[in-house]
């Protein structure tokens, strides 16, 4: 291999890890970015659930504004905590019982942290191209700088 082509590919090897797996590697942590914020509002709700349907908290129910729209509220009482509406997705709503409330978000937020590992050993075996990448490059310098001498 001449001294050009040893050159030639050192550039090459360099301009895909940053180009390619450097930009793989940053999306992977935007999406765990993404997941985990999920899952922190999944646990938010589990939260705001546990403490709007405790009875010691709230024996005859609560009180709470509703929004109408255009930022106009109006004070809404309620006294039957024990089953609620929950958004499943696309604008669905499921009428669920607290204790179907709680395994239906425990469900969901097992599902976020198993894609969040997913994504996690991507990232792995991301950063382990890179530095295997890095080791060849540093390889092709050693023999190009070798045949200097």
Do not use: W
């Not at 970015?33 to 709007?52: A, G, T």
């Not at 349907?53 to 109408?68: A, I, M, R």
């Amino acid at each position: 291999m001449n001294k050009f082509n040893v050159d030639e590919r050192i550039a090459e090897y360099e301009g895909f890890i940053n180009n390619v797996l450097k930009e793989d590697l940053r999306q992977l942590e935007i999406q765990l970015q993404n997941i985990n914020s999920e899952i922190s509002d999944l646990i938010q709700q589990k939260h705001s659930l546990k403490v709007l349907t405790d009875e010691k908290l709230h024996p005859n129910g609560f009180k709470s504004q509703v929004n109408l729209g255009c930022e106009f509220y109006m004070e809404a009482a309620v006294t039957d905590t024990s089953k609620l509406l929950m958004d499943i997705g696309l604008n669905h709503f499921l009428e669920f019982t607290v204790s179907e409330a709680n395994k239906y978000i425990d469900a969901r937020i097992k599902a976020y942290e198993i894609k969040a590992e997913e994504i996690r050993n991507k990232s792995v075996q991301t950063k382990a191209h890179i530095k295997l990448m890095l080791f060849g490059v540093g390889e092709l310098k050693n023999t190009k700088d070798s045949k200097k001498s």
